[in-house]
């Protein structure tokens, strides 16, 4: 079945260590989207690529860093240098061109500080 | 970009219509409504979108007013599985063919048996 697979599902932070988050899609999507999403909140845009070796800031791009080396994937890398990383974090994807298509997300990474 | 209102809560009985209205009065003439439910602890589950005609598909439907300011969703059978928080949504657009989803608050359907 085609979807997005994000993983780890659940992952620990220690202080000053810089995790990455996988997402891998088989839909043959060209944009991709990372979003964050805080407890009773709405989602907040990240980072998005449009197309591969490709990327945009979004609202709070602030302590992450993307890259875009294949099509299928698109990883998020978590600094040190953010300092409120408790979060669930969200990837989604759509075809590029197709302006009206829906985004499909993934089923999220809930990242804890240790 | 349109900003949308929904109601914090609604229940509705197992086997009955659940109607969730969503008003979006500043939406534009190109902007599109998209539906989006999220069960606690997974990714957002896209249900339906729509421009101004009223949309059906196999989970719900899509009911646009004329003016195009609110919109309502239906699910015409709701079970327990549909328990969920569910977004409206007036997408923002980010430029050639791209968007960001701006989630609110939402709407928490609570089925009942």
């Known amino acids: 079945d085609g979807g997005i697979t994000q993983s780890p599902k659940y992952l620990f932070r220690k202080e000053g260590q810089n995790v990455t988050l996988s997402c891998e899609q088989n839909l043959n999507h060209d944009a991709m989207y990372w979003y964050r999403q805080d407890p009773g909140q709405g989602l907040r845009l990240i980072y998005y690529?449009?197309?591969?070796?490709?990327?945009q800031k979004g609202d709070i791009a602030e302590g992450y860093s993307v890259s875009r080396e294949k099509k299928e994937s698109f990883p998020l890398t978590v600094t040190s240098a953010q300092k409120n990383p408790t979060a669930f974090y969200l990837c989604?994807?759509?075809?590029?061109?197709?302006?009206?298509?829906?985004?499909?997300f993934g089923d999220g990474t809930r990242l804890s500080i240790l | 970009d349109a900003k949308t209102t929904q109601p914090p809560s609604m229940d509705c009985a197992e086997g009955r219509a659940a109607n969730l209205p969503c008003n979006h009065s500043?939406?534009?003439?190109?902007?599109?409504v998209y539906w989006y439910r999220q069960i606690h602890s997974q990714g957002p589950q896209y249900i339906i979108h729509g421009l101004k005609n009223n949309e059906t598909n196999e989970m719900a439907s899509l009911i646009i007013t004329e003016d195009r300011k609110s919109s309502t969703l239906i699910l015409p059978h709701a079970t327990l599985r549909d328990t969920a928080v569910y977004y409206c949504i007036v997408r923002a657009s980010l430029g050639a063919g791209s968007y960001q989803l701006t989630f609110g608050k939402g709407t928490k359907l609570s089925v009942i048996p």
């Open positions: 690529s449009q197309i591969v070796n490709d990327f």
């Open positions: 500043t939406i534009s003439g190109n902007e599109y």
């Open positions: 989604a994807s759509k075809p590029r061109w197709l302006g009206n298509q829906p985004q499909h």
